[in-house]
Each structure stands twice: as structure tokens, then as C-alpha cells.
């Protein structure tokens, strides 16, 4: 028999395209092994097939840690608190193909650390999901991404913490505390009949609205409460003796301990005015202070003549539109004698906007600094040519007023024989000019002081 080559080689082509045209393991098998898939770093990600426990099984292992969850949701309940998670991940992360599911901690402890001991549920569905945690105290909860190789997330920022609710055989003997029941809650019909005593009511708690219409009878009221009646023609005292208030007729009087006035509000003085007065004795002398509708007003009891107290008042001086007010402290005189007054205006004349403070006082002292929005003074230097009028100019005033005078001194040893003339010009509210003349090139001092008018 002839051997054809040719045809040989003919059918071992069609064969090979046969196989090639197959799946590339549809004929393979994994006979008592495994097949390993490495990353591009050559690491192990996966074993499939027969595992070093004798299992068979696909097993991912080393992957990289899943986003973290959102942060979680909680609420108190019966017995415990729930938890829950939106199946949404921090920072829009997108859910990954090896997700596992979402472990939820509790902890009674603030800012715990998520361990095997704190996992109390897992989430199994990426849709989210809320599980109920049994507690008896207050917890704190964090969620934990797990992936199919057992590698976690960082935890979530703790939520809490949260109170369980009680259950009716938690609840002790004086637990229910007045915080926990709701305003409004306890209802008449929840009240035992005759269970509110005297001694349950607190003081001032009853008042007139909480009272029958002429329930109380007879004629004396013992530390009680007298509301919506008019008591006419009488006196009214806190105490029979010692430190009291005691309201009559026509005043009423504040007392001291040896019955001493102390104050007291009364309708009509000695001087026709309503007023209220406080009393103080010193060194045997008994001074009062009073307050009315526009003074305050203080004095030597005794005195006849209201110009002889010392006073602040308030008064318009016209009593119409655009009318300046005054308000004015005085200090009182003795017969003869001018008092010291210190008025202050709104204005200087109605409709006018100038307001002004006059004093008038024989004499005033200022034991400090006195200044002036209208007044300043300084040092100016000038370096002048011999001979040559030299000029400096000061600015920044900024003095009150329309007008400026200026008035100046050289600092100088040598009046005349060497410094000539000191002179002013272009005076205004904000800068002046001054000249300096002298026979040397000697830098010069010049004290000023300029008044705004």
C-alpha cells in the first residue's frame, strides 16, 4: 500500500482546526488538584478546585479591603436598639463584584474599637437592611464591610449612644422617674380617689382658678392667698413687730428690725410730690434719697425747701415739637449759696442740632488731663535757613468747629539775639503753617496750641 503524505497532512489540519474551534477546557478536568489565579503581581487571589482541607471549593483569598459602609442609622427599642444600614458606602463608593457583607458592632464603651467581640448582626443583602440588637444599656454602633476573601473595611463613624426602651419586667420600684412620663399623661381617671394628700400638694400649687366658687368659709386665712378681691380701709403687715412691711392708708412703709423707717412709697410728700424714699442715719444725721416721676432727689430729713436737695432731673423745656430736652444734676445749696448745676441739652434751641452740656459752678478743677475735641496742642521742629523765613506746615487737626486760632512759642534761650520771629498762617480746622526766623541754622522747637471756635 502507497503512503500519501500529502493526505496525511491534510487530515492532521482539519483535526487541529476541530480542536481549535472547542472551548479551551471543554474536555479538561481538575483531577484531585487546583487551579490558582494570581493578580498581575504574581500574588494568590483565588484557589478553584480541590482545597488543603480535602474540600472542594472556590476560595478567594487576599483581596483588597471593601469601601466603607454609610454611616449607620439607630433607634431606641423595646429591650434594645436597631441598627441599620442603606446599602449605600461612604463617598459614593460602588458596591465591589467580591462584597460580602456589612457587619453591625455595638459597644457600651464611647469610641470602641469594632473587634469579634462587639459584632452582634451582619447584612447579607447589598440592598441594606435593619437588625435588632438586645441591650440593656446604652449603645454606640458601627458598621464593618467584609469582602468574600474575609478582608474589612474601615469602620464607619460611631453613631449613639442609644437607650433601650424598658420592657415591663425591667421596670423596678421607683424607676419611673417624673422625666419619664410625658406631660399631660397621668388623666384624672388615673388618679385613685383621696390618693393626692396635703402633704403630696406643693406650696402655691392650688391658686383661684383650682378653687369652688365660696369654698372657703369663716374668718381667718392662714398662710394662704388672697387673689381678685379689693381690701379697702385697712393695714396690711408682714409682722406684728420687728423687720416688716407694713401697708396703710396712705403709704407703704419698709421697717427695720427696731422698727426703724427704712423706706417707704408715698402719695404725697412734705413738698406735694409722689415719691418713693429710702432712709439711711449717719454720724446722727438722717440723709433720704427720693425718686418721682422726673427726679431723683436726696436730702437731710427735716429740710424745707426743695432747693436744698441735690438732684438729677429731666424736663423738656417747651413741651412741643422740636423742643430740647435737659437733663441736669445739681448739688443742693444752703441759704444764699448758688448750687453747682450741670445741664446737658438736646439742643440749643428748638429745631436746632447743636446738643450742649453747661456747667455752672463758681470755680471747676480737673485733677486729670482735661481734653477737647476743639483743643490740641504739640512740638513742631523747624530746621530753618539763617536769615531766611522757614516754613512747616502741621496737619490732621481735625478739630471741632468753623474756625481755628493758633498760638505759638519758640523753645529758645536766645529771643531776638538769634531767633528773630515766630509767625502763623493758613489757619484751619485741620492744619496751620508755621514760620520760623532766625540769624542760625539752629533746628528749632515751636510749642503750639490750636483752639477750634
Not at 424607676?175 to 412620663?181: A, G, R
Amino acid at each position: 500500500m502507497t503512503y500519501d503524505i500529502g493526505r496525511t497532512l491534510a487530515d492532521l489540519e482539519r483535526r487541529l482546526k476541530a480542536v481549535e474551534a472547542q472551548s479551551r477546557l471543554k474536555s479538561a478536568s481538575l483531577d484531585d488538584t487546583a487551579l490558582v489565579v494570581r493578580d498581575s503581581t504574581g500574588s494568590l487571589r483565588g484557589i478553584v478546585g480541590q482545597q488543603g482541607d480535602g474540600t472542594t471549593a472556590v476560595t478567594i483569598v487576599n483581596g483588597a479591603p471593601p469601601p466603607t459602609p454609610a454611616t449607620p442609622t439607630a433607634a431606641p427599642e423595646l429591650g434594645g436598639i436597631s441598627a441599620g444600614w442603606d446599602g449605600l458606602f461612604a463617598d459614593d463608593a460602588v458596591i465591589p463584584l467580591d462584597w460580602a457583607r456589612v457587619e453591625v458592632h455595638a459597644s457600651p464603651t464611647d469610641g470602641f474599637t469594632p473587634d469579634a467581640g462587639s459584632l452582634v448582626a451582619t447584612i447579607e443583602t447589598a440592598q441594606g437592611g435593619i437588625v435588632y440588637i438586645p441591650a440593656t444599656t446604652p449603645q454606640y454602633v458601627r458598621l464593618v464591610a467584609r469582602s468574600t476573601s474575609g478582608t474589612a473595611s474601615p469602620a464607619t463613624a460611631q453613631v449613639g449612644p442609644y437607650t433601650p426602651k424598658p420592657v415591663a419586667g425591667e421596670i423596678g420600684i421607683g424607676e419611673i422617674t417624673e422625666t419619664l412620663i410625658a406631660d399631660g399623661a397621668v388623666t384624672t381617671p388615673k388618679v385613685f380617689a383621696n390618693a393626692v394628700t396635703t402633704a403630696k400638694l406643693a406650696a402655691g400649687s392650688v391658686d383661684a382658678t383650682s378653687l369652688k366658687a365660696d369654698a372657703i368659709t369663716g374668718k381667718v386665712i392662714t398662710g394662704g392667698n388672697i387673689n381678685g378681691s379689693t381690701i379697702t380701709g385697712a393695714t396690711i403687715q408682714t409682722a406684728t413687730s420687728g423687720a416688716r412691711i407694713v401697708v396703710d392708708t396712705n403709704h407703704l412703709s419698709v421697717l427695720s428690725s427696731s422698727s426703724t423707717l427704712l423706706a417707704e412709697i408715698a402719695p404725697t410728700d412734705s413738698y406735694g410730690r409722689s415719691k418713693f424714699v429710702t432712709y439711711k442715719a449717719v454720724s446722727g444725721t438722717e440723709f433720704y434719697s427720693a425718686l418721682n416721676a422726673a427726679a431723683l432727689t436726696f436730702g437731710i430729713t427735716g429740710a424745707t425747701d426743695p432747693s436744698q436737695e441735690g438732684r438729677v432731673s429731666f424736663s423738656d423745656l417747651g413741651g412741643g415739637a422740636g423742643i430740647p430736652y435737659e437733663l441736669s444734676f445739681s448739688s443742693g445749696n444752703k441759704a444764699g449759696v448758688a448750687p453747682s448745676l450741670v445741664s446737658m441739652y438736646s439742643a440749643s434751641a428748638a429745631a436746632a442740632e447743636d446738643s450742649q452740656i453747661v456747667l455752672n459752678a463758681d470755680k471747676a478743677s480737673a485733677l486729670g488731663i482735661l481734653e477737647a475735641g476743639n483743643i490740641k496742642s504739640g512740638t513742631v521742629t523747624v530746621s530753618p535757613t539763617p536769615d531766611v523765613p522757614t516754613s512747616v506746615t502741621v496737619t490732621g487737626l481735625g478739630l471741632s468747629g468753623t474756625t481755628a486760632r493758633v498760638f505759638l512759642t519758640a523753645v529758645t534761650t536766645d529771643p531776638y539775639t538769634r531767633v528773630r520771629g515766630v509767625s502763623v498762617s493758613g489757619v484751619t480746622t485741620s492744619q496751620f503753617t508755621v514760620w520760623l526766623t532766625r540769624t542760625t541754622s539752629t533746628a528749632t522747637n515751636i510749642y503750639w496750641i490750636a483752639i477750634g471756635t
